[in-house]
């Protein structure tokens, strides 16, 4: 299977005689792969043909998204190193039945990167790459992760998080 880190695709292989179960996946899933770096480039300048090689059922999880009464928001990390982390997942919890934004926002309130792009049913589980609505890295500083959560019965929840972008050390 291929999989997305937000970068560059990545080949994740298999083998049956590890017994793993993939039949629970399926497109668009948020997953933790664990496994070892493998190559299947036999041709010079072996620069091509890297996959991830998964050992044993743990090395595969999905992150789902909970459903949960009220809304809550995580973001791990929330200083992010730009050339060590590259980026931050943002961990949703909420209704299941509720309408959810979920948008980045610099110091100056601008909204800089709208990450579910329209609405969504459900509390949703993203990764920011640090990028701005252009595709461009942001500068280092302060940014505000907003989830805003309407609900059918015409209430409203907002949950705010700070995230701080860093240069290395």
């Not at 299977?1 to 292989?13: D, E, Q, S």
Request: hydrophobic letters at 35%.
């Amino acid at each position: 299977m291929i999989v997305w880190n937000g970068t560059a695709p990545i080949t994740v292989y298999v083998y049956k005689s590890t017994g793993i179960n993939v039949n629970g996946l399926k497109k668009g899933d948020m997953v933790k792969i664990t496994g070892i770096a493998g190559q299947y480039d036999y041709t010079p300048p072996y620069n091509d043909g890297y996959q991830v090689l998964p050992r044993f059922q743990d090395d595969i999880s999905i992150l789902h998204a909970q459903s949960s009464p009220t809304v809550s928001l995580k973001v791990s990390p929330n200083v992010v190193d730009k050339i060590k982390d590259g980026f931050c997942t943002i961990y949703v919890e909420g209704p299941q039945n509720g309408n959810y934004t979920l948008k980045i926002y610099n110091i100056n309130g601008e909204v800089i990167k709208d990450i579910y792009g329209t609405r969504r049913i459900g509390p949703a589980n993203a990764q920011w790459r640090l990028d701005d609505s252009q595709g461009k890295i942001v500068p280092i500083g302060y940014y505000i992760v907003k989830v805003d959560v309407l609900l059918p019965d015409g209430k409203h929840q907002s949950v705010y998080k700070p995230v701080v972008v860093t240069r290395p050390k």
